[in-house]
């Protein structure tokens, strides 16, 4: 068990460019969430799958966001036109289950800046 | 709409003294509820879960926290602070019934420990 890794560990863009986040979550978890956070808050939801389905976006998505699950293994986290507001910390869990009572593992983040 | 919120963004104590890290939440179903450490530059790593049974839980490095419904608290507590306890916390709770998995984060608790 490797954990959950998240590419890049960090990435830095100019407004305006589309940026792509890889996450690898424990193999065998079925379920992997996606959550933003930035400084000195909390993690805020986003997404997430079941396998390869979306079940749920947040508002926060908007329509600049698409995330994706391929065969229910990796998932990516696209942002396109980006922000100055998109910068923040990225943060992907994942866990084995369909409920609630599931313990999420995270990754270590990815760490998006927008100049 | 369930919500969380943990009174002091900063907390200090001494090595040795008594931690005490409040979370209470909001919840119109029964929560699943959990308290997250989060370490410079790494990923959230579960402390301990509430989910059913026992309202007393024990977790990893001698913390605990109690769930108390009357008061809709569930603070964590530690007898004695260590050193490489300075981290900050994130309190988080879940929807109880149904099973959507996604978490509701408190805005965290920065720990101080002085020695």
């Known amino acids: 068990d490797t954990g959950v890794s998240q590419n890049p560990r960090h990435k830095i863009t100019k407004r305006g460019q589309n940026v792509t986040f890889r996450c690898d979550p424990i193999s065998e978890h079925n379920r992997l969430y996606w959550y933003r956070q930035t400084l000195g808050q909390g993690p805020e939801f986003l997404t997430y799958?079941?396998?390869?389905?979306?079940?749920?976006k947040s508002r926060l998505l908007s329509d600049r966001f698409s995330a994706e699950r391929p065969k229910g293994s990796f998932s990516t986290l696209e942002i396109q036109r980006t922000e100055q507001g998109d910068s923040a910390m990225y943060l992907c869990?994942?866990?084995?289950?369909?409920?609630?009572?599931?313990?999420?593992?995270f990754g270590p983040g990815t760490r998006l800046t927008v100049l | 709409a369930q919500s969380v919120t943990q009174l002091g963004s900063h907390v200090s104590v001494s090595e040795g003294a008594l931690v005490l890290l409040r979370c209470n939440y909001s919840?119109?179903?029964?929560?699943?509820l959990f308290w997250y450490v989060q370490y410079p530059n790494q990923g959230l790593q579960l402390l301990l879960k509430y989910t059913t049974g026992a309202t007393l839980v024990k977790g990893i490095n001698g913390f605990e926290a109690e769930f108390k419904k009357s008061e809709t608290s569930f603070h964590l507590t530690k007898p004695s602070a260590h050193m490489s306890d300075a981290a900050e916390y994130f309190c988080a709770v879940s929807h109880g019934s149904g099973n959507t998995g996604k978490l509701i984060f408190g805005q965290g608790t920065t720990l101080q420990v002085k020695p």
């Open positions: 919840s119109s179903v029964p929560p699943y």
């Open positions: 869990a994942s866990s084995l289950g369909d409920m609630g009572r599931d313990t999420q593992y």
């Open positions: 799958f079941q396998n390869e389905a979306q079940l749920e």
